[in-house]
T-cell receptor, first 114, second 112 residues
């Protein structure tokens, strides 16, 4: 039981390059999330998926797209990376969206855009 | 939005209890109190949550004041692995607070 896994762990991109961050969970959770964490800015929600087949914007969706590939997998794509997207990206999952459900996080992807 | 206030840092000795306070004087009746922690270079980790009654799990205990304006996370026997930033947050079931939003948290240092 791996929980939430993310790949890659580290990535360096040049401005304008694209990439996809992968996330998978093996807990049979319905809801999945992508957050970014920046020093002094705390955790911010980029996109979320309440259940398989649905995705919605969070607080900071500009410059990102997501795909809920199936119940297990939720990917985050940067189409044209910018230095402002340098951050640590966390994927999380939960049984559902209700605030009584805890969220389980992956180990993170540390992305640097030069 | 109801906010929380935590001390910036706390120190503890290994194998001693740690009591982490959190003030939330503007808490509403539908706010759940959640605690998460984040170890260095790792993702956040759920610790515990509660509404009104004290809660215990394998990681910690949560003591909630009778008026719910404050709470305390208790780590019963600190280990070096408990050194982390601890976040106290409120999540309102009435407003469907699905996203997590952390403040500065309390940085816990555990001395061997």
């Amino acid at each position: 039981n791996a929980g939430v896994t993310q790949t890659p762990k580290f990535q360096v991109l040049k401005t304008g390059q694209s990439m996809t961050l992968q996330c998978a969970q093996d807990m049979n959770h319905n809801s999945m999330y992508w957050y970014r964490q920046d020093p002094g800015m705390g955790l911010r929600l980029i996109y979320y998926s309440a259940s398989e087949g649905t995705t919605d914007k969070g607080e900071v969706p500009n410059g990102y797209n997501v795909s809920r590939l199936n119940k297990r997998e939720f990917s985050l794509r940067l189409e044209s990376a910018a230095p402002s997207q340098t951050s640590v990206y966390f994927c999380a999952s939960s049984v559902g969206l209700r605030p009584t459900y805890e969220q389980y996080f992956g180990p993170g992807t540390r992305l640097t855009v030069t | 939005d109801a906010k929380t206030t935590q001390p910036n840092s706390m120190e503890s000795n290994e194998e001693e209890p740690v009591h982490l306070p959190c003030n939330h004087s503007t808490i509403s009746g539908t706010d759940y109190i959640h605690w998460y922690r984040q170890l260095p270079s790792q993702g956040p980790e759920y610790v515990i949550h509660g509404l009104t009654s004290n809660v215990n799990n394998r990681m910690a205990s949560l003591a909630i004041a009778e008026d719910r304006k404050s709470s305390t996370l208790i780590l019963h026997r600190a280990t070096l692995r408990d050194a982390a930033v601890y976040y106290c947050i409120l999540r309102d079931v009435q407003r469907d607070d699905y996203k997590l939003s952390f403040g500065a948290g309390t940085t816990v240092t555990v001395r061997a």
